[in-house]
């Protein structure tokens, strides 16, 4: 596919997926949409791509749904969410490779669904969140009312999403909404540095861990201590375990493969 609306951009097994609408505060339309999602799925493909990083063009991340899309005349929610959005966010957060957002500025409605769906999040000083949502009188969609009390605890999600105010980076980080606050001119610098390291790292490891995390969040403890098992058998039949453990033993940095 030809993207005329992200940019995709590989260098040392780093993905950078950049949304590219600056002129609409990177507002999703349904092109973005079918874009990001085929951008995912080949970086799930693509041995090249060891780690993914997210991020928007301009002074926005990413503001959410394109509403003139939308004033066009009646349509199903239901039906753009399932086809569009949700197989973005399934994609998105079930990669099994890491996932960094580089939130460069506000991300609201699915834009911080988007951010939300990753697995580790940069925030630049002057970055906002904003559930959006209620104040066009909808739902948060798009994972919100999954991922945000997951990350902040029920009170505070609801606030989020009853008020509809931003919450700053600073205080984004407080409530663990994001893992790292820089000044904007360090944003990509730090992204690409978590990326590299780890472009550089284990990545079927990686991959099964994200499995673990994700599916004992809904598990009790003797199930989880036999997903976890599992996995392990797994990761113990992988090339990068067995170099993990050679240059233990000859005492050098390890040399990982991803295989």
């Not at 749904?65 to 349509?75: C, M, P």
């Amino acid at each position: 596919m030809e993207y005329q609306t992200i940019r995709w951009e590989l260098s040392e097994g780093v993905l950078t997926v950049t949304l590219n609408r600056p002129e609409v505060l990177n507002a999703v339309n349904d092109r973005m949409a079918e874009e990001l999602l085929d951008a995912l799925r080949r970086a799930g493909r693509e041995p090249e791509v060891r780690s993914v990083i997210l991020t928007g063009a301009g002074r926005a991340f990413c503001s959410g749904q394109d509403l003139r899309e939308r004033a066009a005349g009646e349509f199903s929610y239901a039906q753009h969410i399932r086809s569009r959005y949700a197989p973005v966010i399934l994609q998105l957060h079930g990669l099994e490779k890491p996932v960094l957002a580089a939130v460069n500025g506000v991300a609201a409605g699915a834009g911080a669904s988007l951010a939300l769906a990753c697995d580790l999040r940069v925030a630049a000083e002057e970055a906002s969140f904003l559930q959006a949502f209620t104040r066009i009188g909808l739902v948060p969609d798009s994972g919100a009312t999954y991922f945000l009390p997951r990350l902040v605890g029920l009170g505070k999600a609801f606030e989020m999403c009853y008020l509809a105010e931003p919450i700053p980076a600073p205080e984004a980080l407080r409530l663990g909404l994001v893992n790292w606050v820089v000044p904007a001119a360090e944003l990509m610098d730090k992204a690409r540095e978590v990326a590299r390291r780890l472009a550089s790292g284990p990545t079927r490891a990686y991959g099964l861990t994200k499995r673990a995390l994700l599916r004992n969040l809904r598990s009790d403890l003797p199930a989880a201590l036999d997903y976890e098992a599992m996995l392990q058998d797994a990761a113990g039949r992988t090339g990068d375990h067995r170099e993990g453990v050679q240059a233990f033993l000859e005492k050098r940095p390890p040399r990982y493969t991803g295989r």
